[in-house]
């Protein structure tokens, strides 16, 4: 099968691509994915780690409160395998926390989060690396998600359902003839050719490259890139996710990730999202307000600091209040083909891709609606379904079972099964 | 740069010298300042001061929304009638300068403070103008830290 023209064209192999065409492959059209690197190599695969239970964003944004809290039940149902259900804890640490108490519980009724209120002690009890003049504890649903196994885990299935995930081909122009895109060109940086497609619908889903792609049809984007980071420490200090009770702010999340401790975030404006500098002052600043959440941070080491780059986007077609918000889809009166999506998190990639789904569905005429929400991914059974694979990739890959290694071996078999799903991709593609 | 000016008035209960004196007074102004995380007494005119910017819920990323600056606050100039304040250091990844200028004068047995500030904001926080009203957001926080200072000196 040689697949030139699908019905649909995903720019950029983050979260939010790979659930689009996850989406629309399920609804039975042709999709192509296209990722100018390879999959999760963007923001996608730097976030912190945390599936939002949307107790975060209760007092500031209480609809993506409601959307994060149901992504985050979805997410662990369908990928049980790439996520850890640690629980959070919401601290108050000082007076200013405390004040905040009751906004935040009024909040979660509100929004209808699952929460407990955890006596002190108690809370000690279950994590002792917590402040010791901990004033007040809050437990939500908070989950931890490994990005990478979720992403290849949507890639694989997606390719399953009929979709191409293509990396190392990056989108350099967009033809338009009368008033939609009729072509887009790729320089395909595998065998270094340039190629052509020609879909019906283009959906851009670059997170903050969105505006170079867009650019290409001569739409303006006025995009100011912040940069978050993240650190990481070489031991895991507690069981659950451990914020700060506070307003949304910089350096108020500890996560376990593994046997590691990630403290974020940062919130730096730059001017590149290529070019990212971490600055000691961030690593040092993250220390400071992680310790006063877990004071043992200051014991543990540093084993090296990440950053992510999120866009704050103004296009064409998105008013302010839209803007604002977590994230917005926005179909282009002209090119009449083209949809786009700015903003979102990692917990609600899955939601954007449905909405994305939604819209080019409608284009494309049909009524189907979106199944993503009851689909198992690929991966929960992933020692027991290696077929994909070539036998010396399956032997390697299933060896991992019943190894020493066997739950640290899942990232690297879900990376053997996506290179062969990518491999295979360029085949059916005749790019190989 | 973007410079911004602001200006103001208000009245305080407590006589003009005892109001300068507190207001000369690092260790005692930094604890009327809203929202400050960390601070650091380097001399009698100097302190490094951490404190939260609440730049509002506008801002399209909840990260952006509350950040905390790290910034130097040195006294300029103290008088019996005047104070000069200069903060300088960053925010968000920006440079960040306010001179701030306040006179006093005796009112009903009380004082009459007299402010006005400049603002110097660095090319990178200057951009969050494309996205926001940040002249109104810089006089909200010009507002809300005149309020501390007046509840702390009532």
């Given at each position: 099968m040689v697949v030139k023209n699908p019905?649909?064209?995903?720019?950029?192999?983050?979260?939010?691509?790979?659930?689009?065409?996850?989406?629309l492959s399920l609804r039975g059209f042709q999709v192509m994915l296209l990722e100018r690197s390879v999959i999760g190599s963007g923001a996608s695969g730097r976030m912190h780690g945390l599936l939002h239970s949307g107790a975060r964003y209760v007092a500031t944004d209480p609809k993506a409160a409601v959307e994060c809290a149901e992504e985050n039940r979805i997410i662990a149902g369908i990928a049980p395998h790439a996520v850890e259900d640690t629980g959070g804890y919401y601290v108050a640490v000082d007076k200013d926390d405390e004040e905040y108490v009751e906004q935040f519980i009024k909040g979660l009724r509100a929004v209808n989060i699952n929460y407990r209120e955890?006596?002190?002690?108690?809370?000690?009890?279950?994590?002792?690396?917590?402040?010791?003049?901990?004033?007040?504890?809050?437990?939500?649903?908070?989950?931890?998600?490994?990005?990478?196994?979720?992403?290849f885990s949507v890639a694989v299935s997606a390719y399953r359902e009929g979709a191409l995930i293509i990396q190392?081909?990056?989108?350099?122009?967009?033809?338009?003839?009368?008033?939609?895109?009729?072509?887009?060109?790729?320089?395909d940086h595998v065998a270094g050719d340039v190629?052509?497609?020609?879909?019906?619908?283009?959906?851009?889903?670059?997170?903050?490259?969105?505006?170079?792609?867009?650019k290409m049809v001569n739409i303006d984007v006025d995009m100011m890139p912040t940069m978050g980071v993240m650190v990481v420490y070489n031991r895991r200090l507690t069981r659950r996710v451990i914020n700060r009770m506070r307003m949304p702010s910089d350096g108020d999340i500890l996560l376990p990730y593994a046997s590691s401790s990630i403290v974020g975030t940062t919130a730096v404006i730059v001017d590149d999202p290529d070019n990212l500098t971490i600055s000691d002052d961030d690593v040092n600043f993250l220390a400071s307000e992680g310790s006063r959440m877990v004071p043992a941070l200051r014991k543990v080491s540093v084993v090296r600091a990440y950053a992510s780059?999120?866009?704050?986007?103004k296009m064409p077609g998105v008013n302010a209040r839209e803007a604002a918000r977590d994230f917005a889809i926005i179909k282009h009166e002209k090119p009449s083909n083209l949809v786009s999506v700015i903003g979102g998190k990692f917990t609600t990639g899955r939601l954007v891709g449905e909405r994305l789904s939604d819209e080019v569905s409608g284009l494309l005429g049909s009524s189907k609606g979106s199944m993503t929400r009851d689909h198992p991914l690929f991966g929960a059974n992933l020692y027991d379904d290696l077929r994909e694979l070539d036998n010396p990739l399956r032997s390697l890959a299933s060896d991992f079972k019943g190894s020493i290694d066997e739950e640290r071996g899942r990232a690297a078999a879900l990376t053997l099964l996506l290179s062969e799903v990518a491999k295979n991709s360029r085949r059916l593609m005749g790019w190989s | 740069m973007v410079n911004l000016h602001y200006g103001g008035s208000f009245n305080l209960t407590k006589p003009q010298r005892e109001v300068a004196g507190a207001l000369s007074n690092l260790g005692l102004i930094i604890k009327c300042i809203p929202n400050v995380t960390d601070y650091e007494l380097i001399s009698e005119s100097k302190a490094r001061v951490k404190f939260r910017v609440d730049l509002g819920d506008e801002v399209p990323v909840a990260e952006l929304r509350r950040v905390t600056s790290d910034t130097v606050i040195e006294v300029i100039e103290a008088s019996g009638n005047g104070v000069k304040l200069r903060v300088s250091g960053r925010a968000a990844g920006s440079s960040i300068e306010v001179n701030l200028s306040i006179i006093i004068e005796p009112s009903d047995g009380g004082s009459r403070i007299n402010w006005s500030a400049d603002a110097s904001l660095g090319r990178l926080l200057q951009m969050m103008s494309r996205f926001i009203n940040i002249d109104s957001m810089v006089e909200r926080i010009a507002n809300d830290t005149v309020n501390g200072i007046v509840k702390c000196l009532s």
């Open positions: 019905d649909v064209v995903v720019i950029g192999g983050g979260v939010n691509g790979l659930f689009a065409t996850l989406d955890v006596n002190p002690e108690d809370a000690l009890r279950e994590e002792p690396n917590l402040n010791p003049e901990v004033k007040a504890v809050v437990e939500v649903p908070d989950k931890v998600v490994f990005a990478k196994d979720l992403m190392g081909a990056e989108v350099v122009g967009l033809n338009v003839s009368g008033d939609s895109i009729n072509e887009v060109v790729v320089k190629r052509r497609i020609r879909p019906r619908i283009i959906v851009v889903t670059a997170g903050p490259w969105t505006y170079r792609v867009v780059v999120r866009p704050l986007i | -």
